[in-house]
Structure formats: structure tokens, C-alpha cells
T-cell receptor, first 116, second 112 residues
Framework: ETGVTQTPRHLVMGMTNKKSLKCEQH?????MYWYKQSAKKPLELMFV???????ENNSVPSRFSPECPNSSHLFLHLHTLQPEDSALYLC???????????????FGPGTRLLVL | DAKTTQPNSMESNEEEPVHLPCNHS???????IHWYRQLPSQGPEYVIH???SNVNNRMASLAIAEDRKSSTLILHRATLRDAAVYYC?????????????FGPGTSLSVIP
């Protein structure tokens, strides 16, 4: 069982590029998340999907666009990013509906993004 | 918002027990206490969670104070693979996600 996988693991892009990050979970979970982890900063929750429906957008700029075509896949589409968007982007999934008190999140290894 | 405070860093000798403290003095009655850890170059992984009673699993033990204003994650025998950042987090049923905050955590170093 590979749990939560993310591709690519590393990405370098220019500010005018468009790219997408992919997350896939093989755990049969109902909720999926995107987090951002900047250097020496705590994780910041970006987006939450419950049963393919976006339930939270934590004041994320529109240059980040999530997509959840089914409960196993989550994408983060990137366009016209800024250098300060360089960070580790982590995907996670959980079994219970997001917000459940016993909810345990399983994280992927992350995509290390560098914006030039 | 209920928040947690943890020491920035701690050190432990290999094969010794480690007690990682967390203060959450503004915890509400419906907040669950969760612990995650993040090893170098990896995503966070779940360690343990509890509400009121002490909890044990194969990774660690969680000791919760009677007034629930603090808790302690206990690693019974630290190994070099336990060197990581440990996060103490409060999760409330139906919480708004802008209130779910990973703090800076405690960076645990294990000395051989």
C-alpha cells in the first residue's frame, strides 16, 4: 500500500508558467487537503475537499486553483506564481468527514516547488 | 481560538524515554488533542490523539492532565529515527479550517 502519493516530487517553474501538482490516495478516504509549508514556517492549510466538494478555501490567492475529480485524486493548478510561493506543498487525506474529532490525516511526501 | 504552546527544541539520548510537553490552557470541552510528527524531508505523520483519558499505541503514549490544560507525548525509548518535529494540535468537531493551526512544534534531537 503506497498511501498518499504526490507527483512531481520536485518542480521548478517560471512566473509565467502553468503547472499542476497531483495527489492520489489509495486509502479509500473521503476527505483530501492541500497544505503549504514554507521554509522554517508551520504548515498552512490551503484547501479542503469532502466527498469531492470543496468545503474550505483558506484565503488562498486565485493563482492557486484546486480540482478534485474524484475522491482519490486531487490537483493543484498553478499559474503566474511569485517567488514567495516557493515552498513544500503537501497533500493529505482522511477517512472521516473532515472536521470529525477523531480525524487522522495521512500525508504525502510533498512537492518541493521553486518559482524563479 | 484554542492554541497550543510547545518548547522550540528538545534533546534526548538514544534509548532513553522522552517527554514532550504541550500547553493548551484555552482548550474547550470538545477539543481533541492530536500529535503529529514530521521527519526530515517527509510529510507529517499521525502519532496519537485523545480527549480526556491517557492513550497508548505502538508509537507512543499520551498523558492528558486532569484539567486538560496540558498534555505530554511520551516516547518510551527514543531511537535515532524519532528525530523529528513534533506538533501538538487541537481539533474540534465541525471546526472551521482557518482555526486548525499547526504551530512551529518541538524539534527533537536524539543523541547516539
Amino acid at each position: 500500500e503506497t498511501g498518499v502519493t504526490q507527483t512531481p516530487r520536485h518542480l521548478v517553474m517560471g512566473m509565467t508558467n502553468k503547472k499542476s501538482l497531483k495527489c492520489e490516495q489509495h486509502l479509500g478516504h473521503n476527505a483530501m487537503y492541500w497544505y503549504k509549508q514554507s521554509a522554517k514556517k508551520p504548515l498552512e492549510l490551503m484547501f479542503v475537499y469532502n466527498f469531492k466538494e470543496q468545503t474550505e478555501n483558506n484565503s488562498v490567492p486565485s493563482r492557486f486553483s484546486p480540482e478534485c475529480p474524484n475522491s482519490s485524486h486531487l490537483f493543484l493548478h498553478l499559474h503566474t506564481l511569485q517567488p514567495e510561493d516557493s515552498a513544500l506543498y503537501l497533500c493529505a487525506s482522511s477517512q472521516e468527514p473532515a472536521g470529525g474529532p477523531g480525524e487522522t490525516q495521512y500525508f504525502g511526501p510533498g512537492t518541493r516547488l521553486l518559482v524563479l | 481560538d484554542a492554541k497550543t504552546t510547545q518548547p522550540n527544541s528538545m534533546e534526548s539520548n538514544e534509548e532513553e524515554p522522552v517527554h514532550l510537553p504541550c500547553n493548551h490552557s484555552t482548550i474547550s470541552g470538545t477539543d481533541y488533542i492530536h500529535w503529529y510528527r514530521q521527519l526530515p524531508s517527509q510529510g507529517p505523520e499521525y502519532v496519537i490523539h485523545g480527549l480526556t483519558s491517557n492513550v497508548n499505541n505502538r508509537m507512543a503514549s499520551l498523558a492528558i492532565a486532569e484539567d486538560r490544560k496540558s498534555s505530554t507525548l511520551i516516547l518510551h525509548r527514543a531511537t535515532l529515527r524519532d528525530a523529528a518535529v513534533y506538533y501538538c494540535i487541537l481539533r474540534d468537531w465541525g471546526t472551521s479550517y482557518d482555526k486548525v493551526i499547526f504551530g512551529p512544534g518541538t524539534s527533537l534531537s536524539v543523541i547516539p
